[in-house]
């Protein structure tokens, strides 16, 4: 294979899974966003902050196995090796922690989300807005179910239950009123956010096995071309 084909074929799957990584890290912590003071425990954001991490020095990485390819530098490639052996143990430390924090999310969601309903009022905060944008986006209403607001102040004071908790909030028939509870997402929104957190965190843990698998090829390629360097009798011009 010519000189400058090995060196994009080394650099550009580099490149490409670092957008890539970009992407999944972003969506992560995105998706996290949103629920921003529902989740208390900001450690869950640890392997997206990995993530994007890997993808920031996987561009970096993309050029050295280019360079490193290109001028046959068996320095140069021996650096690359390490590069791609520390981000695939990173990749490896992001798919445990994502594991672990998928497994303690559970039962730790519940205080927060009831915290969040009784200091909401209905004006523009961040437990409110947290709240109506919880319930409008997962269809839920409450903590375990749609009665869980009539326990808080915002019902005592309005006799109503937030208009994001409609199955359609621009429905002129879901006027909050507990007697229509048809008119409601019904389910709770406690469980349905543990879903989704587990979800979001599941299809990062799929997406760090697919890019680690990528890390080991590149491993093996890398040691393919250092062999057949030295088993080729002649001296690189640079070496």
């Given at each position: 294979?010519?000189?400058s084909s090995m060196?994009q074929?080394?650099?550009?799957?580099?490149?490409?899974a670092?957008?890539?990584?970009?992407?999944?890290?972003?969506?992560?912590?995105?998706?996290?966003?949103?629920?921003?003071?529902l989740?208390?425990n900001?450690?869950?954001?640890?392997?997206?902050?990995?993530?994007i991490?890997?993808?920031?020095?996987m561009?970096?990485?993309?050029?050295?196995?280019c360079?490193?390819?290109?001028?046959?530098?068996k320095?140069?490639?021996g650096?690359?090796?390490?590069?791609?052996?520390?981000?695939?143990?990173?990749?490896?430390t992001?798919?445990v922690?994502s594991?672990?924090y998928?497994?303690?999310?559970?039962?730790q969601?519940?205080k927060p989300?009831?915290?969040?309903?009784s200091?909401?009022?209905?004006?523009k905060?961040?437990?409110?807005?947290?709240?109506?944008?919880?319930?409008?986006?997962?269809?839920?209403?409450?903590?375990?179910?749609?009665t869980?607001?009539?326990?808080?102040?915002?019902?005592s004071?309005?006799?109503?239950?937030?208009?994001?908790?409609?199955?359609?909030?621009?429905s002129?028939?879901?006027?909050?009123?507990?007697e229509?509870?048809?008119?409601?997402?019904t389910?709770?929104?406690?469980?349905?956010?543990?879903?989704?957190?587990?979800?979001v965190?599941?299809?990062a843990?799929l997406?760090v096995?697919?890019f680690?698998i990528?890390?080991?090829?590149?491993?093996?390629?890398?040691?393919?071309?250092?062999c057949?360097s030295?088993?080729?009798?002649?001296?690189?011009?640079?070496?």
């Amino acid at each position: 294979m010519h000189q400058s084909s090995m060196g994009q074929t080394i650099s550009d799957p580099h490149r490409a899974a670092g957008a890539g990584m970009a992407y999944v890290g972003h969506y992560v912590i995105k998706s996290f966003g949103s629920f921003d003071s529902l989740i208390q425990n900001k450690s869950t954001l640890i392997p997206a902050a990995i993530i994007i991490g890997i993808s920031a020095v996987m561009f970096f990485v993309g050029i050295v196995g280019c360079c490193s390819t290109l001028r046959e530098s068996k320095c140069g490639l021996g650096f690359f090796f390490l590069i791609i052996m520390l981000i695939f143990a990173a990749e490896v430390t992001a798919l445990v922690f994502s594991f672990i924090y998928r497994g303690k999310i559970n039962g730790q969601l519940e205080k927060p989300i009831r915290d969040s309903l009784s200091k909401y009022n209905g004006e523009k905060n961040p437990e409110t807005e947290a709240v109506d944008s919880m319930q409008t986006l997962l269809k839920c209403c409450g903590v375990k179910n749609y009665t869980d607001w009539t326990n808080t102040t915002y019902f005592s004071t309005n006799k109503t239950l937030p208009l994001s908790c409609c199955k359609n909030s621009s429905s002129p028939q879901c006027n909050g009123k507990l007697e229509e509870w048809q008119q409601f997402n019904t389910e709770g929104c406690e469980p349905n956010l543990e879903k989704f957190i587990q979800d979001v965190l599941t299809y990062a843990m799929l997406v760090v096995v697919a890019f680690a698998i990528i890390k080991f090829f590149g491993m093996v390629s890398v040691c393919a071309i250092t062999c057949k360097s030295r088993r080729s009798g002649y001296e690189p011009l640079y070496a």
